[in-house]
């Protein structure tokens, strides 16, 4: 936070997963909270195509913390001349999915449930996947499997070892390693 008041920086927050990090919603966004609390100019970019299952809706919320109502307004009017040529008329049925969820206080708990949910399931998927490793042979330390949170994970799988697992056994997956948890059975 230091350096960043000291240099000035533009924050932008990429919330797309909400909720598959930790037990609590609240938890997973204390970074923007506390940067939108302390920073005059922070800027989120909000989906809700994973955590509300609306894949293909492009439902989402662009959020920004001006420093003050002209800025705002300058942001408004840039903002307005960006997203107008576009589009002019996003979908709206993820929209009001979203906000009949979020405007009722039973279906809002509902939801936090079964966000919570989806996030116990990645974490006992990674725990499987590093027994299940163990289990075939591997005498690796994959513990930064169940340390990483979210949806996905950065295996530590090389370029190389993933052009191998493509040729050899038909198994695909960026030469990053990065891996979709929530896929793994």
């Not at 000035?8 to 609240?26: E, I, T």
């Not at 506390?34 to 509300?52: C, D, G, I, L, T």
Request: glycine fraction near 6%.
């Amino acid at each position: 936070m230091e350096v960043i008041k000291k240099k000035q920086h533009f924050v932008f927050f990429d919330s797309a997963y909400q909720g598959f990090g930790n037990d609590d919603l609240g938890e997973d966004t204390w970074s923007l909270r506390y940067f939108a609390e302390n920073y005059p100019r922070v800027m989120v970019a909000q989906s809700f195509s994973k955590n509300f299952g609306l894949y293909g809706e492009r439902t989402g919320c662009l959020s920004m913390i001006c420093k003050d109502h002209e800025e705002q307004l300058k942001v408004q009017t840039l903002l307005k001349d960006t997203c107008l040529p576009e589009y002019s008329n996003p979908p709206i049925h993820g929209a009001r999915i979203v906000d009949t969820i979020l405007g009722d206080e039973q279906l809002t708990q509902e939801w936090h449930a079964e966000v919570k949910e989806m996030s116990h399931r990645l974490k006992k998927n990674r725990s499987e996947m590093v027994e299940k490793l163990k289990a075939l042979g591997s005498v690796h330390n994959w513990d930064h499997i169940t340390q990483q949170i979210g949806m996905f994970a950065y295996t530590g799988v090389t370029s190389a070892m993933t052009e191998e697992m493509k040729n050899k056994y038909a198994i695909y997956l960026p030469t990053d390693g990065r891996i979709c948890i929530a896929s793994i059975t």
